[in-house]
């Protein structure tokens, strides 16, 4: 749009269906008002390309606004390819979705999410060279999780200190729900940090994974309504909903979910519960940091510092929702609107 504001309107929104390799695939671009397009590949056996296309659209509005929130130069894409990661994964139709990539010309760049390792990312790389954080083996950062849980872990203390008064999280009772490639490297922070924490995942692998990892972890069927100190969705989007937003029982909700919350009124029964919701796009930028790190080609303790500060942002967030009495997801997107307008303005 030319208004500055990152409407619902994406810029380009690309579908390829290859025979050859069986690939179905999306790409979708918000926004390059702050610079190229920036998102993982999501591979994900949706039930038809409706959900695909809903799914992609949303998320990569979110990374926009990630990239906003995060101060980084960048626009919002995302990709999503249809069908099982267990089951239809090949090489073959890896690099014929880099040739999609490469077709776009460099608007957007890839880079994993649900459903894609950094060893995708490697055979996605051979046909495409708008690829980040691959493994160290084919010259990436690789594996983004450890970043985004650290992240993550930042953005719970300064949600904290806004809590209790400090950001300590000794002593305090922790749900993480999802144990995958973010969620248990989340869980062994947290147990460093001397919090208590308790885990669920329907994945009996993900399960013992964590387990194998973390002893001190105890598992349970489900966290959201538990009786926690934090609840941290780390599993897929929208678990808080305006009912279940009613029975959470925990001060902070801060986790690394893209699209926490179903829809704006879960969010204002939160609010209105005195629940402290971390804007999901702010606690998770740790990947996306990483990555533009890694195109930048900027030292790796820079970057870590970079995601650490992410404890500021988060801090700020709080502070304007908490003055203006608005939700945090309102403050969030209020400064995020803010950084594009101004770009958007200086650009005329
Ligand atoms: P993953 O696929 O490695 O792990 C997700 C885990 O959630 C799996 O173990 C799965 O069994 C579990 N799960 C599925 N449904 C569940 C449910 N109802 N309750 C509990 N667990 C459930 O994915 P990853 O990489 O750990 O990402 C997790 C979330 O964080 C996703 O929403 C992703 O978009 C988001 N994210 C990930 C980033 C990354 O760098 N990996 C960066 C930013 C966001």
Redesign the pocket.
Known sequence: GSSGEPSDAHERVVFRHDHATGLKAIVAIHSTVLGRALG?T?FYPYGDEHEALADVLR?SRGMTY?AAAAGLPYGGGKAVIIGDPATTKTPELLQAYGSLVESLGGDYVT?????TTADDLDIIGTTTSYVA?RTAAAGGTG???P???LGVLHSMRAAAMHAWGEPSLSGRRVGV?????????LVGLLLDEGATVIG????P??RALARGLHPKLALAE??IDEEVDIYG?????G?VTSASAEVIRARIVC?????QLLDAPAGDVLQSRGIIWVP?YVA?????V?GVGELEGRPTDDVQRDVEAIFDTVDQILRVSSDQSITPGSAADRVVRARIAAATSSAD
Do not use: I
């Open positions: 993982g999501r998320l990630k880079g994993g999410d649900v459903g954080t594996d983004t999780a970043l985004t849980a729900e999802g144990l995958g490639k973010v969620g248990r490297r669920c995942d329907p994945s692998e993900a489900r966290v969705p780390c599993a897929m989007g678990t986790g690394a979910a893209n699209n999901d998770n930028a740790g990947g996306l990483q």
